[in-house]
C-alpha cells in the first residue's frame, strides 16, 4: 500500500507541477532557444527536472513518514546529494558551465551521499567500493545528460530503470530502496505527458542530473548485502546498459574525428536511429523497448538466478556483444557534417526576439520585408540537440 501511494503521489504531483513549472519558466525566460546546434524550433521551457525532483522528493518522504520511518545519515545524505546536483544543473542550464567546474559538482554531490553510507553493503573493500561508485554515479549523471538530447528519452528511460530498480529492491526487502525508486518512476512516468514527442518542457540539464545521480545512486542500493558477492555488481550493468552504451559509442565517434568529448553534436544513437528513418517517438520507442529488455533481464538474474554468478557474468556478456553488434551499424551511420562544426554553447538567460515572442504566444514570426530575405522553408523538428 505504501508503494502505491508513493508513486500515485509521485505522479499526481508532477501532472499538476509540471504545467505551472512551464508557465514560470515563460514568465521568466527560462527558456531553451533554438540555436546552431539545435534544432527545435521553437524556445521551450526547461525547468521540468523541477517539477520531476520535487514531486519524487515530495511523495518519497510522505511515504518514509507514512511507515514512520527515521531519517538516517544514509537517507539525508542522498537527499542532499540530490539537491546539490539539482542546483548544480539550474546553474548551467542558466549561464553554462565550464566542463571541469561541472564535473567538480557532480562529484561532490555523489561524494555526500557515498559518505552518508551509500557504499555500506558493497562486495567489495570499503576505499576500492567508494572510488568505483563513485565513477559509477559521475558516469551515470553525464550518460543521462548526454542522452537528454530528443523528446522524452531520458525520462522515459529514468522511468523504466527506477521501475526495475523498485522490483529488484522489492524482492530483497530493501524497503527505503523500493519507496525512493517507485517514487521517481512515479514522477518520471507523469512527466513523459508533457515530454513525449512533441515535448512542451526540457527536462533541462537539472532534471537530467539529477536522474542519472538518482538512478546511479538507487542501483547501487539496490544490490547492497546481496548474497553473490562482487557478481552482484555486474546487475546494475546490464540494468543501465543503454545509457553506458550512448555515452561510449559519443565518446569513441569525437575521438576518432578528433573532437572534444564535451564538444556538442548529432552524433548520438538516437540522431543515428532518426537517420535510419524512425521519426522522434519511433526512436525513442525503440530505445525504450532495448533498455526494458535490459532491465528484465538484470531483475530476472538477480532474484532467481544469483546463485550462479557466472550465468550473470554469460548474460552481461552477451548483451555487450549485442550493444557492440548495434554500435558498429550506428557507428556507419553518416552524421550531418556541421555537427562537427559545432561548439559547445550555454544555454543562457536573455530576452526573446520579437518573432520568439510570437512563437511562445503561438503565433507565426512576422514575415520579412523582402523577399530576399526569406529563408527555405524547414520541416519542422521537435529533435533537441543540446551541448554534449
Keep these: 500500500m505504501v508503494f502505491l501511494c508513493a508513486f500515485g503521489l509521485s505522479l499526481l504531483a508532477v501532472l499538476a507541477l509540471t504545467p505551472a513549472v512551464r508557465s514560470l519558466a515563460t514568465r521568466?525566460?527560462?527558456?531553451?532557444?533554438p540555436s546552431q546546434s539545435k534544432v527545435h524550433i521553437r524556445p521551450t521551457p526547461l525547468m521540468g527536472g523541477i517539477a520531476v525532483a520535487l514531486a519524487s522528493l515530495s511523495a518519497a518522504a510522505a511515504a518514509l513518514a507514512l511507515i514512520e520511518c527515521p531519517y538516517?545519515?544514509?537517507?539525508?545524505?542522498?537527499?542532499?546529494?540530490?539537491l546539490i546536483i539539482l542546483v548544480l544543473g539550474l546553474a548551467d542550464d542558466a549561464n553554462g558551465m565550464r566542463p571541469a567546474v561541472k564535473l567538480t559538482g557532480q562529484t561532490a554531490a555523489a561524494a555526500v551521499m557515498l559518505l552518508s553510507g551509500g557504499v555500506q553493503g558493497l562486495p567489495l573493500p570499503a576505499p576500492l567500493a567508494f572510488f568505483l561508485a563513485l565513477f559509477w554515479m559521475v558516469g551515470l549523471m553525464n550518460a543521462f545528460n548526454f542522452l537528454d538530447n530528443m523528446d522524452g528519452i531520458t525520462s522515459g528511460l529514468a522511468a523504466i530503470a527506477t521501475f526495475g530498480i523498485f522490483t529488484l529492491a522489492l524482492g530483497q526487502g530493501n524497503t527505503y530502496t523500493a519507496i525512493a525508486a517507485i517514487s521517481v518512476a512515479g514522477g518520471t512516468l507523469g512527466f513523459l505527458r508533457y515530454n513525449f514527442s512533441p515535448a512542451s518542457i526540457f527536462l533541462g540539464?537539472?532534471?537530467?542530473?539529477?536522474?542519472?545521480?538518482?538512478?546511479?545512486?538507487?542501483?547501487?542500493?539496490?544490490?547492497?548485502?546481496?548474497?553473490?558477492?562482487?557478481?552482484?555488481?555486474?546487475?546494475?550493468?546490464?540494468?543501465?546498459g543503454y545509457p553506458i552504451f550512448d555515452a561510449f559509442l559519443v565518446t569513441v565517434s569525437r575521438l576518432r574525428d578528433g573532437r572534444d568529448v564535451a564538444q556538442g553534436g548529432r552524433d548520438h544513437s538516437s540522431h543515428r536511429l532518426a537517420r535510419l528513418g524512425m521519426t522522434p517517438r519511433q526512436t525513442a520507442t525503440t530505445i525504450y523497448l532495448i533498455s526494458a529488455s535490459l532491465t528484465g533481464a538484470a531483475v530476472y538474474l538477480a532474484l532467481y538466478q544469483m546463485g550462479r554468478p557466472y550465468l550473470v557474468g554469460l548474460a552481461v556478456l552477451a548483451a555487450?556483444?549485442?550493444?557492440?553488434?548495434?554500435?558498429?551499424?550506428?557507428?556507419?551511420?553518416?552524421v550531418p557534417e556541421e555537427a562537427a562544426q559545432v561548439l559547445e554553447t550555454a544555454t543562457l538567460l536573455r530576452e526573446p526576439t520579437e518573432d520568439e515572442v510570437r512563437l511562445l504566444a503561438g503565433r507565426r514570426p512576422a514575415p520579412p520585408d523582402r523577399a530576399s530575405e526569406r529563408e527555405p522553408a524547414r520541416e519542422p523538428s521537435r529533435e533537441r540537440v543540446k551541448s554534449h
Design 28 to 33: 521568466l525566460r527560462f527558456l531553451d532557444f
Design 72 to 82: 538516517s545519515a544514509r537517507i539525508v545524505g542522498f537527499m542532499s546529494g540530490g
Design 205 to 240: 540539464d537539472a532534471g537530467s542530473l539529477f536522474l542519472g545521480y538518482v538512478v546511479g545512486g538507487l542501483s547501487l542500493r539496490a544490490v547492497a548485502y546481496a548474497e553473490a558477492g562482487s557478481a552482484s555488481l555486474l546487475i546494475p550493468v546490464l540494468m543501465l
Design 320 to 334: 555487450a556483444g549485442g550493444m557492440a553488434l548495434l554500435g558498429l551499424r550506428l557507428f556507419r551511420v553518416p
